[in-house]
């Protein structure tokens, strides 16, 4: 089956501790974002990566970062300097170029304790 | 700065009937639109898009919109069932060719009810 993978779909940090969710696509999409969702509020943009190699910073890549070594994976460390952690994050894919429809994964919630 | 956003965080509506869901834009540069539908806990999925240069797509049970002179878009859902209750919202691509993705509304909650 084609699709986007996010895991794990649940995940518990303490304070101070560095984590990492892991995004995976075979849809051989060039193209792929990070998102963060909090409760009421649109997906706001943290990182992007229109191909191997390659990212841009979102609009908010404090206390983020990617990598992107290879097309099919696209993996967001949260690091201990993100003061408010905790949300639910997407991944998302997409063919890149204009006009881009994207398509996003099941989401990663991550609580910190 | 340019936003996307939804007149209304709810809207309940009886199961069987029609649902309309709105959302305005205020880029007049952006050329394609998207719906999308999130279920609690999962991630949004994929509805419906239209390019700038319709003004009406269709698609299974449902329909979108686009009156580029109001830059108002409309999702129609209709003989709702059970299964459409979700949040829906827009995304719209603000004619960068989308080099940092799409800007999305915060959604509106469909509620369905017997």
């Known amino acids: 089956d084609g699709g986007i993978t996010q895991s794990p779909k649940y995940l518990f940090r303490k304070e101070g501790q560095n984590v990492t969710l892991s995004c995976e696509q075979n849809?051989?999409?060039?193209?792929m974002y990070w998102y963060r969702q909090d409760p009421g509020q649109g997906l706001r943009l943290i990182y992007y990566?229109?191909?191997?190699?390659?990212?841009q910073k979102g609009d908010i890549a404090e206390g983020y970062s990617v990598s992107r070594e290879k097309k099919e994976s696209f993996p967001l460390t949260v690091t201990s300097a993100q003061k408010n952690p905790t949300a639910f994050y997407l991944c998302?894919?997409?063919?890149?170029?204009?006009?881009?429809?994207?398509?996003f994964g099941p989401g990663t919630r991550l609580t910190v304790l | 700065g340019e936003s996307v956003g939804l007149h209304l965080p709810t809207l309940s509506v009886q199961e069987g009937d029609n649902s309309i869901i709105n959302c305005a834009y205020s880029?007049?540069?952006?050329?394609?639109f998207i719906w999308y539908k999130q279920e609690s806990g999962k991630g949004p999925q994929f509805i419906i898009d239209?390019?700038?240069?319709?003004d009406k797509r269709q698609g299974q049970r449902v329909t979108v919109l686009l009156n580029k002179t109001v830059k108002h878009l409309s999702l129609q859902i209709a003989a709702t069932q059970p299964g459409d209750s979700a949040v829906y919202f827009c995304?719209?691509?603000?004619?960068?060719?989308?080099?940092?993705?799409?800007?999305f509304g915060k959604g509106t909650h469909l509620i369905i009810q017997p």
């Open positions: 998302a894919s997409s063919i890149g170029g204009a006009p881009d429809t994207q398509y």
């Open positions: 849809l051989n999409h060039d193209a």
């Open positions: 990566s229109q191909i191997v190699n390659d990212f």
């Open positions: 880029n007049s540069a952006s050329d394609y």
């Open positions: 239209i390019r700038s240069n319709m």
């Open positions: 995304a719209e691509n603000g004619g960068g060719g989308g080099a940092d993705g799409l800007t």
